[in-house]
């Protein structure tokens, strides 16, 4: 194919990953028209359309996703082939992926890069926020060198790193402040507050309850800890949080925090990689780092 380069595999891409121009645009720091170019030009490269463009969405058409699949694999190797050539260094160098879910990323972050920016100056950080199903897929497809999220992940083509356990402590209204803490069969008798499906920590607070399933009507929901914190403080119910969240969610909160009875639920925070990620010695850098901003 004459003409081809990997700028014109890395916007397909990315293309296909969003769904959408201007979103794959701004993930590669292009304008619209910029990309839309590119693709054109892929197209008359290929000899058919790649493509099918809607009016919000864009679709792959069947070659789109046949060659999808090879341009993944094309990426996927030219991206471990410049970590092999990194990682003769000892440090960390060039850019890094990480991502982040939601429940780690506003409270664990900020030290997380202070850490990295002052070890590592010239480090190209680059930075994901999504649920833990969003980053086991983009770390398996190359599109992220390593992932923090809470372990178990089991999956094969993944090493598993813990970093460290935490509680989950009870948010109730200040008003209950001097209640009794209420056992895990309890709260499912109470309105209890929990992130919308996607979240592992939902999933955990569930277990914990001994709640496998529950109807709409039984539970409330939230797109985020603080929208959960904030929604117990105007007394509409109780919700769990990690015990990291702690200090930023109940700052302007009218709530109390209580320890759960025992045994207390808790979660493992991990670092999470490919296998075949030959940076796999430098990421004990990012390790130390990680560990170090969990106890600040």
């Given amino acids: 194919m004459n003409g081809l380069t990997f700028r014109h595999l890395r916007y397909f891409e990315a293309l296909a990953q969003h769904g959408h121009f201007g979103r794959a645009a701004e993930a590669c720091g292009v304008s619209q028209p910029a990309l839309s170019i590119q693709m054109k030009e892929l197209e008359q490269i290929v000899g058919s359309p790649l493509v099918e463009r809607g009016a919000r969405q864009v679709r792959l058409t069947g070659v789109g996703e046949v060659f ?9 190797s030219v991206d471990e082939l410049a970590s092999l050539a990194r990682s ?6 060039g850019r890094l992926r990480i991502g982040v879910i939601p429940t780690v990323a506003p409270y664990l972050l900020p030290k997380v890069i202070e850490g990295l920016s002052e070890r590592f100056p010239d480090l190209d950080l680059r930075l994901r926020e999504a649920v833990t199903q969003k980053l086991v ?6 599109r992220l060198d390593v992932a923090i999220v809470a372990l178990p992940i089991s999956e094969a083509s993944l090493v598993e790193h813990p970093l460290f356990t935490e509680e989950f402590v009870l948010v109730r209204p200040l008003a209950d402040a001097g209640k009794p803490v209420p056992r895990p069969e309890n709260l499912r ?7 919308e499906e ?11 309850c001994k709640m496998p399933s529950a109807s709409p009507r039984d539970l409330m929901e939230g797109s985020s800890l603080s929208t959960l914190v904030q929604m117990v403080g105007a007394g509409i119910g109780v919700t ?57």
């Fill in 240 to 296: 769990l949080i990690p015990q990291m969240a702690i200090a930023v969610e109940t700052r302007i909160a009218a709530v109390s925090i209580a320890r759960l009875p025992e045994p207390r639920p808790v979660r493992t925070i991990g670092l999470v990689w490919r296998r075949k990620n030959p940076l796999g010695k430098q990421f004990a850098t990012l390790i130390d780092i990680l560990r170090d901003a969990a106890v600040a």
């Fill in 88 to 93: 003769q260094s000892e440090e960390l160098t």
């Fill in 189 to 195: 008798e109470m309105r209890l507050l929990l992130l």
């Fill in 198 to 208: 996607g979240h592992c920590f939902r999933d955990q607070a569930l277990s914990f």
């Fill in 68 to 76: 999808l699949l090879r341009v993944r694999d094309i990426l996927r």
């Fill in 137 to 142: 897929g983009d770390l398996i497809e190359g």
